[in-house]
């Protein structure tokens, strides 16, 4: 990137858990007696005039009924670090999974910024209403996301395109049809916001995706563009690993700051 180009923060927002999972949901087909922990996040990125809000996470309606473990309105977490999400511009959401694009009452003032594509697939392919997909996602609330359709609330992103100066959409599809992240210019070269493009940074130390995947071959592609992309793969951050709780410096209750 140009010396001229803005540079970013990058913080991960704990919302829910820690959560106890068979390390083969989140490491394909491996480790199938041994367990694992991981979190729910979002991601902030801040520049000096620029907030971005990284996925919407899940209402709190939707965690009551689900009874999800260690949750934190993420609105409540957001204000640790001074943000007012009632008045937050853009929201990107990586992908229409429950626990990444359910809470989007959150953020009221909010444009959504998703994959064209991701879109598509789950508001108009009939596949989508299939079980295996069903299990990830919640009806109603993609049928509120659907409406968005056509106003300025939703902007339909096709393919790699820059959002602001310093910040990349990538498609990055595998995970999901039309997963994207964020490639951002930092203090320590491009980072990337890869959300479940891999769960846990060994995911991609080992080259091995989570069970979670739509499209393994698409995932291989995926991220070798990633790490082309990247300026260093420890700068590639995954969507649950427990790590971004533990392993960097806390800056507020429950967010740490990655970058
Ligand atoms: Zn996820």
Request: aromatic fraction near 10%; hydrophobic fraction near 40%; charged fraction near 20%.
């Amino acid at each position: 990137m140009l010396p001229s180009t803005p540079i970013y923060e990058i913080y991960a927002v704990k919302y829910a858990g820690p959560f106890t999972r068979p390390v083969a949901k989140v490491f394909w087909n491996s480790d199938w007696e041994k367990e694992i922990k991981i979190n729910y996040y979002i991601w902030v990125v801040k520049g000096k005039e620029e907030i971005l809000i990284v996925d919407c996470g899940v209402s709190p309606s939707l965690a009551q009924k689900m009874e999800l473990r260690g949750y934190v309105n993420p609105v409540h977490v957001l204000k640790g670090i001074g943000i007012e999400a009632s008045r937050v511009q853009k929201v990107v959401i990586t992908h229409i999974h429950f626990d990444h694009a359910n809470g989007m009452e959150l953020f009221p003032k909010a444009t959504f910024y998703i994959q064209e594509k991701e879109f598509n697939f789950w508001m108009k392919d009939p596949v989508a209403k299939k079980p295996p997909f069903l299990m990830l996602s919640v009806p109603d609330r993609n049928a509120d996301l659907a409406k968005l359709e056509g106003t300025e609330r939703l902007v339909l992103i096709k393919g790699d395109q820059t959002l602001l100066p310093g910040i990349e959409l990538l498609l990055a599809p595998g995970h999901t049809p039309g997963l994207q992240v964020l490639a951002v210019n930092t203090t320590k070269g491009t980072a990337i916001v890869g959300s479940d493009c891999a769960h846990i940074f060994r995911n991609y130390e080992e080259e091995i995706p989570s069970t979670f995947i739509t499209d393994m071959v698409a995932w291989m592609k995926t991220y070798d563009k990633l790490k082309a992309k990247v300026s260093s793969l420890n700068l590639l951050f995954p969507g649950h690993d427990l790590k971004m709780t533990t392993h960097y410096p806390e800056i507020a209750e429950g967010i740490t700051q990655l970058v």
